[in-house]
């Protein structure tokens, strides 16, 4: 069974930087595409940014281009969001998540496993 487990949230001020981590473990990680999603209190949960099982594909949310980067360390089995440039209205709970042979898409349906997620809140 896959277990994905974030790390890295917290508190940040404004224009600061935060870089998350998410570890897969229980299979082989190479076959997944990743992705990072976020939900805030009363809203539902958004995409914010995927990759391709190879790292050869991205896609990131409009939110976050030019703020937000994702990237995968197969060996390490791990994928990052490196967020710069925080805005407080990218406070949230962060979550990844692993869609096998997938294609890094937008929509939470495509995605098979969760974490639980990490918290980040960024303040005036």
């Known amino acids: 069974q896959v277990q994905l487990v974030e790390s890295g949230g917290g508190l940040v001020q404004a224009g600061g930087s935060l870089r998350l981590s998410c570890a897969f473990s229980?299979?082989?990680?190479?076959?997944?595409?990743m992705g990072w999603f976020r939900q805030a209190p009363g809203y539902e949960r958004e995409f914010v940014a995927g990759?391709?099982?190879?790292?050869?594909?991205?896609n990131v949310a409009d939110s976050g281009k030019g703020r937000f980067t994702i990237s995968r360390d197969n060996a390490k089995s791990t994928v990052y969001l490196e967020m710069n440039s925080l805005k407080p209205e990218d406070t949230a709970v962060y979550y990844c998540?692993?869609?096998?042979?997938?294609?890094?898409?937008?929509?939470?349906?495509?995605?098979?496993?969760w974490g639980q997620g990490t918290q980040v809140t960024v303040s005036t």
């Open positions: 990759i391709s099982w190879s790292g050869g594909s991205t």
């Open positions: 229980g299979r082989a990680f190479g076959p997944y595409a």
């Open positions: 998540a692993a869609d096998r042979y997938g294609s890094a898409g937008s929509s939470t349906r495509l995605y098979e496993y």
